[in-house]
């Protein structure tokens, strides 16, 4: 399980240099864009879910310039981020919100573009549940995330180490699809790309990962501090797997997209009209 409340205090903290580490985040934003670009959707509405500081709010205000955009985040930084850094020309909102408790009633958006949000949230289904509940019937839910063949360098060097959990366990795109099912969206389309990051040092890796905000946030990691010894021997064998005199960390990108199927009927309250029931006859 993730740790809500330690996610959102260091999202907080990162949002100044967020931007400064945001490659990963751009390469699966053009990718989600190029992905939706053949769509045709008459969007009223669009919700970049998990905005962050703003860079894909401002490119959808591009793909749908007639649209109110609605921009949301759990950070309040994130948000007064992707303010100061917004057009002037585009119509937005900032909303400081939950993926799970949209403050949005039933079926009132068009579309929801969410790039490197669930990476963050322990349960995919809670999020794709509240999206079919206020997404349009033939809204667009279009995101990107994380699959599990991700970080797995880190993962290794920290098994030199020690037992603990170091690195979430990410879904893979199978797992992702049944839950859109599940939650009621319809015709999920899903596609796997790789991105592999080199780096000249574990040192260079490790001030990445903080400036975008993804360390460990683990629910049940160890509660105890990591010692510098252990810490020093993960980045020795860290190292120690570089080729070439550099470090190359392999990332697994997830990307999907699928439609509004409008509210999902609640098998304890189906109705039959009783006029529709033919009589028996004897």
């Known amino acids: ?28 934003r053009d990718g989600l864009l190029q992905r939706i670009e053949p769509l045709l959707i008459d969007a009223k509405t669009v919700v970049d879910l998990g905005c962050a500081s703003g860079a894909a709010s ?30 002037w020309l585009a119509k937005t909102t900032y909303v400081q919100a939950e993926a799970r408790k949209l403050p949005f009633a039933d079926e009132s958006i068009d579309v929801i573009f969410s790039n490197q949000l669930l990476p963050w949230i322990a349960n995919p289904d809670s999020v794709f549940l509240e999206v079919a509940r206020v997404l349009r019937k033939g ?10 063949d991700s970080l797995l360098e880190i993962s290794r060097a920290w098994s030199h180490v020690d037992d603990g959990l170091h690195v979430s ?12 099912v599940r939650a009621g969206l319809c015709d999920p389309v899903l ?12 040192d260079a890796l490790l001030a990445d990962l903080g400036a975008a905000g993804a360390r460990n946030a683990l ?3 160890s509660r105890a501090l990591t010692g510098k010894q252990r810490f020093r021997n993960m980045l020795a064998a860290l190292d120690a797997a ?41």
């Open 1 to 28: 399980m993730l740790n809500a409340r330690h996610i959102r205090r260091r999202f907080e903290r990162v949002a100044r240099t967020f931007d400064d580490a945001d490659f990963v985040h751009a390469a699966t």
């Open 58 to 87: 401002r490119q959808l205000h591009k793909r749908f310039p007639k649209s109110r955009l609605v921009a949301v985040d759990f950070a309040h930084s994130m948000l007064r981020e992707a303010r100061a850094r917004k057009s």
């Open 139 to 148: 809204g667009v839910f279009a995101f990107a995330t994380l699959g599990p």
């Open 169 to 180: 366990r990410f879904p893979d795109m199978h797992n992702l699809g049944d839950g859109l």
């Open 191 to 202: 596609d796997v790309d790789r991105l592999t990051v080199s780096y000249a040092s574990s």
């Open 219 to 221: 629910q049940d990691r």
């Open 242 to 282: 570089a080729s070439g005199g550099k470090i190359a960390v392999e990332l697994e990108l997830v990307f999907g997209h699928c439609w509004g199927a409008g509210p999902k009927m609640d098998p304890g309250n189906y109705r039959i009209d009783a006029g529709q029931i033919p009589l028996r006859k004897r």
